[in-house]
């Protein structure tokens, strides 16, 4: 059997290119006792991505130089020498970008798919949907009441934090985006009260219009001039759960950023604010169940949608992830490594 990898060839300056990747087949290894051999059928990519890249102290070590690009995988169970998996079992696990992988089943999840789509575990249902779940309710602390704005507000995470946001009794519901196109859709289809573009030269006038009574919560995934407008519009006691910083991961932080690092303290003090970075993973084992349940019941009864944008052929992810960094995606960034055998 031989897999198909997208590998890690060198590390971007800025924005990442082809020649950052190198693709090939590699021969795999007969089975040995307690291993299964899986086909790969849906990839995620995620901005997080971008800065395992970088070689530089974070909380994940950094992509290494010539091995398979990480990512979360939906596959199915072709061969199997474990008796914890049958062939055929659906599974979830940090399998990477490659069309089939042996494991010894360490980290890997059977998965259900009556109880949600096999595409939504690595979105919706997986950890851009758990990061939505644990940042506004764990980190974010949000009440009945809250004025919650996020940014990102189309994408995978931002998606979901708004339509939770309003399911727990939000008092308005703000998103940030790009095209008019995703701001539309934030608004009719999603439901949120409001929707303003990153891209408007007025983008503070246009947040404090559509947040009357200031800002509660302010979910973070962009960095950048939302930020700074978020911020001079948050109520005394505000929180703001830091989840990314995508505007800034293929350039780096803003070279006028100490200049204006006073003010912005100084706004913090005064209004008391918490501003907390998180990684899912920290608190994950805390909330995945609770998430599961509540998550995918409101999925099954349609008070959370979502939306795929769907890149066929593993070949294809590396001018997917491009397009991701970019905002080219509309919600989940997926690539639909080979056929899912549960979609008609």
Not at 100 to 106: A, E, L
Not at 130 to 137: D, M, Q, R, S
Not at 161 to 186: H, P, S
Not at 296 to 324: H, M, Q, S
Request: proline content about 5%.
């Amino acid at each position: 059997m031989k897999s198909l990898q997208v590998r890690f060839a060198k590390r971007p300056t800025g924005e990442p290119t082809a020649e950052t990747f190198d693709i090939g087949e590699v021969e795999l290894p007969a089975l040995a006792d307690g291993q299964i051999l899986v086909r790969i059928i849906w990839l995620t990519l995620d901005p997080y991505m971008r800065g395992r890249m970088d070689d530089k102290r974070s909380y994940a070590q950094p992509q290494g130089i010539g091995e398979v690009m990480q990512g979360g995988t939906v596959g199915q169970v072709v061969e199997s020498r474990n008796p914890k998996f049958a062939e055929g079992d659906f599974v979830l696990g940090m399998f990477g970008w490659q069309s089939h992988v042996v494991s010894d089943g360490t980290g890997v999840r059977r998965l259900d798919p009556a109880v949600a789509p096999l595409s939504t575990w690595v979105g919706v249902m997986g950890m851009p949907g758990l990061t939505a779940y644990v940042g506004l309710l764990d980190v974010g602390e949000m009440k009945a009441g809250d004025t919650v704005v996020v940014s990102a507000a189309s994408g995978a995470v931002g998606s979901v934090v708004g339509q939770l946001a309003r399911i727990k009794g939000a008092k308005r519901v703000v998103g940030v985006a790009g095209a008019e196109e995703k701001c539309r859709f934030v608004v009719d289809e999603l439901g949120f009260d409001a929707c303003v573009s990153h891209r408007s030269p007025s983008l503070r006038d246009d947040l404090k219009k559509a947040c009357p009574d200031g800002v509660d919560i302010y979910f973070e995934n962009v960095g950048g001039a939302t930020l700074e407008a978020a911020l001079s519009l948050m109520n005394p006691f505000g929180r703001i759960p830091v989840c990314g910083m995508i505007s800034m991961y293929n350039t780096g932080p803003s070279t006028e950023g100490p200049d204006r690092l006073p003010g912005l303290m100084r706004r913090i003090l005064t209004d008391r604010l918490k501003i907390q970075g998180f990684i899912v993973s920290d608190r994950a084992a805390q909330h995945q169940k609770a998430f599961i349940e509540e998550v995918g019941a409101y999925i099954r009864d349609g008070r959370i949608k979502y939306r795929e944008t769907v890149t066929e052929g593993l070949e294809n992810a590396p001018r997917a992830f491009i397009g991701l960094l970019r905002g080219e995606n509309f919600g989940k960034q997926l690539v639909k490594v080979s056929e899912d055998p549960t979609r008609g």
